[in-house]
């Protein structure tokens, strides 16, 4: 029985090529003729190409390739091709599991205030009709095709979303948004991919400010704090940190005294220092 080629995406030491990073594999070889067979894992969709045209889409199982038959044969073929068939034939690999993407940025809001946000979405390819969108969509460069890939196509779509709500709210109230911002995200990225034939599973978005004092005031907040106990405690807190005894005083709002005398103004830490009352 002559010995056939066998096309997969396993690797010889049996090691899968299509992991969680990889939507696309591109066999790199030029080693597709006649008879080779087309192994396709329950991961996977697979689709034969020549000269750019698909031929067929495969799911799970194990195919022969059929190439066509042409009068270009021996020495016809060794004078004008050096050996080698002129029909040229491409395997491609789609991942069918579900892959994790993730976009991250920057949304200021109504006050100019810089948030950050982080979009956690969850895809898939779902059919042979969408392997089909995806090979004549997607560019692909070199053999792979991964998640970073699509995200860069994916991640403007999702900063039109957020800011599409972000730049017109106020800061204190972006969190009461929140759900609207991620139907927001989730329709117009759903329709996006779709183009490429990926289905978009599940989504959630993450909101939250990218200065940490804005994050610490806004928590002390939620405490129940007024707006001048909130810059009051947090004054208190980075006096704290720098070891400034006077840190207690801040945020009751009593004075600090030093030998019975009452000081407007925080003493220097660099020398001895005395003893508070």
Known sequence: MPFRNVISTL?????EILGPEVLLYHHPGNDVQN????????????????????????????????TPQRFLLGGVQQAFYGGQSPWQYEVLYINRAKLLLQAKGIAFTREMAELAYVVDY???????????????HMPVSGHFLKS???????APVVEQSINQV????????????????????????SSF???????????????????????????????????????????????????????????????????GDILTSVPSVSGGGGKAS
Do not use: W
């Open 35 to 66: 008879g080779t067979l087309l192994t396709v894992e329950s991961n996977a969709f697979c689709v034969l190409k020549s000269r750019g045209a698909v031929i067929d889409v495969y799911e799970t199982g194990q195919y022969p390739v059929q």
């Open 122 to 136: 969850y895809v898939h390819v779902e059919s042979k009709e969408d392997t089909l969108k995806l090979v004549q």
């Open 193 to 259: 991919l779709a183009v490429y034939g990926i289905v978009l599973d599940d989504l959630k978005v993450l909101v939250f400010p990218q200065d940490e004092r804005v994050k610490t005031l806004i928590t002390l907040k939620a405490f129940g704090l007024s707006d001048v106990d909130a810059v009051r405690h947090y004054i208190a807190l980075v006096m704290a940190e720098r070891g400034l005894v006077s840190a207690p005083n801040m945020a009751t709002g009593t004075p600090f005294t030093i030998g």
């Open 166 to 189: 972000v730049q017109i709210t106020s800061l204190e109230q972006v969190n009461e948004k929140i759900h609207e911002i991620t139907e927001l995200v989730r329709g117009h990225l």
């Open 11 to 15: 690797t010889d030491d049996g090691k």
């Open 148 to 154: 970073h890939d699509v995200n860069a196509y994916a």
